[in-house]
Each structure stands twice: as structure tokens, then as C-alpha cells.
């Protein structure tokens, strides 16, 4: 029986959205302006990576055809193949986010069908109502930040007067989120969870895709660091996605990263975190050992978004793509016939954009393994594709949306 590994690399947009204007981000391109900057010198740092983008192993599996054709313009410095060795191409969002959830969702087949809440860029961002619960039902002796920030800097900028006061560090962006940061010492990580539990309850009325637990170390301004012990409360997503029908259907589920917490542990099957994209690599490729025939792992590898993108680190971004494709072949050495990998990203996050936020993009969509043919799948309308597809090799009924290309 086929196997399938879905591997979502987390904000790897390829540009091209027709919509894009509408969320600021008309001519945002994540993968191509990487692409650019390296082309450029500006993808150079001593001691990281320097000159031309290497991706070997994607760019011959149909990267840079993919990114090429959403773009609609070659890709300056990188050597795209004339025929790549697998299938490829872009996919289009239709959910109304640019968010981790809205990709997801879609990427497995159930597209959010509705309109995410979101908080408004003032201060205070929050709904003095809903202030006042968090405080009072979490016992809390007030709560810091209250505004739109970037999760690093907010933590430099408030985490000593969180220390002292025992005030959580509370905040949101431009994505359907709220944020909760805490010392996992001098507040505790239980704590922080059971708080961003309480917040989960208050923010369902409002629609707010994700409650995000933030702990962080460090006794001052420089010396704090966000932990891996991060947690996500999310809304339960849309009925009848790729993990359902595989529930459904007794297959065995093995969810990587932090696939559990954007699917609200609903059909996730076996949960396996991890700190960072190589190790959570490494826990892929065990997990591919034994996965049963007939079974999915899903994938989530956060680095590109969480370090580079938010922090508009190109060369930064650049080194990650880098060490990840030189990870694939091994992976690939890993497959048996029957199986497929489908490669693709969940929106973008540019990091040579302006703000910090992620940015309305394409994501590519490559599909390779022993016997898959080689070949364009062209524009897919819809992420649901994707599931569609996933769904279809492995004999599952189909999701609620998406067609597949087989």
C-alpha cells in the first residue's frame, strides 16, 4: 500500500498572488526576491552563506520552474532545469487569510470558510472587555504590551518589567492572533499554558484563529530567548480534511512540528515537536522508518518564518532554504516505491518586504517519489489541491475541496 509525506516548509511563498493588493503585499515574493538578493550580494554574510542561491535537490524537483512560472519571470542567478525530475507547480489561496491556520486548512483539503477576527493596529489593540476577563479570571495583576509588536522585540523591550511585575507580556500582529509571552521561570510554563487556555475561551466569540504561548529565558534586555516549549490554541478547523478522511479510514497519522496545534489535535494521530527545522528533519526521517503502509506524516518546519522571515533576515532566510534542500536527498534515499512527497509552503513571508508580517503569496508545489511521472501540474486554483491529491494516492476519499491532478 502507498505511503505519503506532506512537508510544508512554513512561509515559503513564490509571489504572484493576484490579490495581493488587497492585504498590502502587491509584489511581495518570498522565494524569488531570496532568490534576487543572493544574485545580488545582499544574501552574503560572513561566516553564514555568500554568493548565488544553492538549492540543488528542490531547483532539479521544480522549484524554480514552479517559481518562475507564478512569478512570470525568470529568477536571476538560479539554473532552472529544462525538465524537472518530478512534478511541479504553484497553488493559489482562496481562503480570506495569509496565516498559518488559513494554509493549512486549505493545503489538507478544507479551506476556512469563514472571516477570521482580528485586532486593530491601536493601543491598546484589545477589547477592554476582554482585557478586564483575562486579568480577573487569570488572576493577573494587570498584563503589558496590549498593541501590535514583533514577538522578539516586545520580549526585549518588556521582559525585565514582566519579571518584576508578574505581568504577562500580551500581543498581536496583523494575522487572526494572540500572543502571550512569560518567563518560563518566574511566571511558569503551566501557568502560561492555562492562561492562553483561558484566552482561547474569551477570543472564540471574536473568531481569533490562534492563541500562542510565548515562553522565553534570560534574567535581562539581551539575554532573552524565546524557548521551543512554544504552544498554539487554535479554532478547530473545517470539517472533512485530509487528517479526517484519514481518521476515517483507521490510517495511521504521524503530525510533525506544530501541525497538532494548528489542527487543534483533531485527527493529528501521533504528535512529534521538535527545536527547529533540522531536528525536526531528523524526527521526519525516523518517523518515515516506521511509518505502516497506507499512512501520512504532516509536516510543518517553522525556521524560515519564525527566524528569518518575521525578522526580514535574508541571508538568514537564504542559509535556511540552504540547509534544508541539503537534507532532501537523504530523505529521498529514505523512499520505497509507492511513495510520494509533496513539497510546498503555506503562505508567504518576505523577507526584504517592508513591516514584518507574513505577505499574500503562491506557494510552489512539487511532488516527486519512485515511479511518480515528471511534468507541470500548472496553476492549481486552490491550496485543497494539494489534499486532494495526498488523498487520491492514498485511496482516501476526498477532501471537501480541491481537485486532484492524478
Known sequence: MRRALLLVLDSLGCGGAADAAAFGDAGADTFGHIVEACALGRGNRDGLRQGPLRMPFLVSHGLGLAAEASRGKPLPGLE?????????GHAV???QGKDTPSGHWEIAGAPADFAW???PD??????????QALIAEGGLPGILGDRHASGTDIIEELGAEHIRSGKPIVYTSVDSVLQIAAHEESFGLERLYDLC???????DPLRIGRIIARPFVGDAPGAFRRTPRRKDFAMPPTMGNLLDRAAEAGRPVISIGKIGDIFAHRNTGEEIKGAGNMD????TLTALERLPDGGLIFANYLDLD???GHRRDAPGASACLEAFDARMAELASHLRPGDLVIFTGDHGNDPTWRGTDHTREHVPVLAFGPGIA?????????????GASVAAHLGLPAPIAGRSWW
Do not use: H, M, N, V
Open 93 to 95: 489561496e482562496t481562503s
Open 280 to 283: 525536526l528533519f531528523d524526527k
Open 80 to 88: 532552472a532545469p529544462a525538465q524537472a525530475l518530478g512534478l511541479w
Open 374 to 386: 515528471s511534468g507541470s501540474i500548472g496553476a492549481r486554483p486552490t491550496f485543497a489541491d494539494i
Open 197 to 203: 487556555r483561558l484566552a482561547r475561551r474569551l477570543c
Open 306 to 308: 519564525t527566524d528569518f
Open 122 to 131: 491601536t493601543q491598546p489593540s484589545f477589547p477592554p472587555a476582554l482585557t
Open 117 to 119: 477576527g482580528y485586532f
